[in-house]
């Protein structure tokens, strides 16, 4: 029996690494070329930016029917396709950088496009859902640069921009348990990213693209309770004062570096418009497809997008149209949600070339 489980796993594990090459060699065939040289992007954050380090067995994004619109089955993401980290790698030209705990799966060459450290459910700080937080993921970073994984520091130094998308999950626990001043919670989160982002410069990243959150107010989670029709105005308050504070401390930081190094991905208002304003797609518009409603979700309260029954029976409905859907499940963009957002956020990321 032990056998027969030491079998199923090592096919397991093998199908994982399978998978991953598929996505890694989809990648490579669109953005062989790299417009603008050789540059290197390192990711840090939660499951907006995971491209598959949260592990298969705590995951929904290696379920059913996570990435059926890209590769077309399970592979890591929290989407039925592309997420964040796919489309600002997309900008740069570059194929999306390996996963950290794939980094020794893969060739090398693979890893010359960057590495991406960001785990689904993690935050500036521990939080409900466990994995490494944003100072582990820098921690894993500064260990490979001590291992010499990427040839010089100056190597780093001359062609390498960072993503840091992380905050969401650390307001989890404030939404579930009001026992702090939201303001304390906000500067407390505040401060030590700022830490967080200064270590990453101090280790070579010459420009940093930080997120502001998006609406939280206008997750399905939060919207599910007023029947997908409004967002949460108390939640997206929230959110505003996240982005006010990260914009002060962004604007402290830059006077210090002298040369513009971090950068605000806007989140909040790309999400916001493309959720507000109806857009016509294939002869849809959001006046015909709630932008509020996700596309994925359990049959009932007990379920969720990907839950299966004891039997294997499927316990989730998907809608019709996945690829006009803004949100995926209650918590994350769909692929065409993420094309959104990143089609609002592209007068930013060319910052990051200034």
């Given at each position: 029996m032990e056998k027969q489980t030491a079998i199923a796993s090592s096919c397991?594990?093998?199908?994982?690494?399978?998978?991953?090459?598929?996505?890694l060699e989809a990648h490579h065939h669109h953005h062989r070329h790299n417009r603008h040289g050789s540059v290197k992007l390192f990711v840090f954050g939660d499951s907006y930016a995971d491209t598959g380090n949260t592990g298969k067995s705590v995951s929904a994004s290696w379920k059913e029917p996570y990435g059926i619109n890209f590769p077309g089955k399970p592979a890591g993401r929290f989407s039925d396709g592309f997420v964040l980290t796919d489309y600002i790698a997309s900008f740069l030209g570059i194929s999306?950088?390996?996963?950290?705990?794939?980094?020794?799966?893969v060739k090398k060459s693979k890893l010359e496009s960057g590495m991406n450290f960001a785990y689904?459910?993690?935050?500036?700080?521990?939080?409900?859902?466990?994995?490494p937080n944003l100072t582990t993921q820098i921690d894993f970073f500064q260990q490979l640069l001590e291992q010499k994984l990427y040839s010089t520091k100056n190597d780093v130094v001359n062609s390498s921009i960072a993503l840091v998308s992380v905050a969401g999950n650390d307001y989890a626990a404030y939404f579930g348990n009001h026992t702090e001043d939201?303001?304390?919670?906000?500067?407390?989160?505040?401060?030590?990213?700022?830490?967080?982002?200064?270590?990453?410069?101090?280790?070579?990243?010459?420009?940093?693209?930080?997120?502001?959150?998006?609406?939280?107010g206008c997750l399905p989670r939060m919207t599910s309770f007023l029947s997908y029709q409004n967002c949460s105005e108390v939640a997206n308050l929230v959110s505003i004062f996240h982005n006010q504070i990260l914009r002060q401390k962004v604007e402290e930081l830059n006077k210090e570096t002298k040369k513009s190094s971090f950068v605000i991905l806007d989140l909040y208002n790309a999400s916001l418009s493309a959720i507000m304003l109806p857009k016509h797609h294939q002869g849809y518009s959001t006046l015909q497809i709630n932008p509020l409603k996700p596309c994925c979700v359990g049959v009932s309260k007990e379920y969720s997008c990907?839950?299966?029954?004891?039997?294997?029976?499927?316990?989730?409905?998907?809608?019709?149209?996945?690829?006009?859907?803004?949100?995926?499940d209650m918590i994350h963009p769909s692929q065409n949600g993420w094309h959104e957002v990143y089609s609002a956020i592209k007068s930013s990321l060319r910052q990051l070339y200034l």
């Open positions: 397991l594990f093998l199908l994982y690494i399978a998978t991953f090459t598929e996505v999306s950088p390996v996963p950290y705990t794939l980094r020794k799966f689904g459910g993690t935050g500036v700080f521990d939080t409900v859902f466990g994995g939201f303001a304390v919670v906000t500067k407390s989160i505040i401060k030590q990213l700022a830490v967080d982002l200064e270590r990453i410069h101090g280790l070579g990243v010459r420009k940093i693209a930080v997120t502001a959150i998006g609406p939280l990907g839950s299966v029954d004891e039997n294997g029976a499927k316990k989730y409905i998907v809608c019709d149209k996945p690829k006009l859907s803004f949100f995926w």
